[in-house]
């Protein structure tokens, strides 16, 4: 559906400043369920202002006004973060962003937000634009809201440092043993996060998981990768929402 809403087309990209502020005034290192990661204190985020400030102003502005690809691809990951934030906040208190929807719709597959008067949906951001640019490392980039995902970064994606913060995600998640990858070297095993078995087909071009994820580790870790004899199995998935607790 298409909102009559004022559209604005920029020659600029999208100021993400006020994310960025709330990003670092609302995500904290923590612990829940013994996996660390970044958590959102989602009860202030929901009554700051500057949320609303953001999601109307993502309402206004036309994103084919984006030039390059990375412009799109850090625009649109910093959209996919903000819109499942927004899911939580919009159900608070949530045990889980899977609660929001249900069998026959889930919540990925319903209204998240507006860009450019247009609606949008998670699926469809995820799916429809971001893994189509063709860059795998986009998810440990978006976040669903949930304790097993990659944390969430607490700064903005932005186009002339996304190689870097890509790389630095990836790094980070497979060092978290808790959700992203350990390694039993012994009994030649890896243990990584279903995310890599969800989105498998989309390391395929890049010699798939166990290849590109080598550069990423200690070279213990990737002597282990290399190991024709691994063996591959999947750490549970952790749905509870990555809120801050009290």
Not at 81 to 88: D, G, L, S
Not at 111 to 140: D, N
Not at 193 to 210: A, M, Y
Request: hydrophobic content about 40%; aromatic content about 12%.
């Amino acid at each position: 559906m298409v909102f009559p809403v004022p559209v604005v087309s920029f020659a600029e990209p999208f100021d993400f400043t006020e994310w960025g502020s709330l990003l670092k005034r609302y995500v904290k290192p923590h612990v829940i369920d013994n996996i660390r990661l970044n958590a959102v204190d989602y009860g202030r985020l929901k009554i700051d202002p500057g949320f609303s400030r953001l999601i109307s102003g993502l309402e206004k502005f036309a994103p084919s006004g984006l030039k390059s690809h990375e412009e799109k691809m850090a625009f649109w990951i910093n959209v996919y973060n903000i819109f499942a934030v927004k899911k939580v906040v919009d159900h608070h208190p949530l045990k889980s962003i899977r609660d929001v929807g249900n069998f026959f719709k889930p919540v990925w597959k319903r209204l998240a937000g507006i860009v450019g008067g247009r609606e949008y949906t998670l699926h469809e951001v995820e799916h429809e634009i971001l893994r189509k640019m063709g860059e795998p490392r986009i998810h440990v980039a978006i976040v669903c809201a949930s304790v097993s995902c990659p944390d969430l970064l607490k700064e903005v994606f932005k186009a002339e440092t996304l190689d870097v913060q890509l790389d630095a995600q990836m790094k980070m998640f497979l060092e978290n043993p808790g959700k992203g990858m350990r390694v039993d070297a012994g009994r030649k095993r890896v243990y990584l996060s279903p995310i890599f078995d969800w989105f498998e087909e989309d390391f395929e071009p890049r010699g798939g998981v166990l290849q590109f994820l080598q550069p990423y580790v200690p070279s213990e870790e990737r002597e282990a990768l290399k190991s024709p004899a691994v063996r591959v199995s999947y750490l549970e998935y952790n749905w509870r929402v990555n809120e801050l607790s009290p």
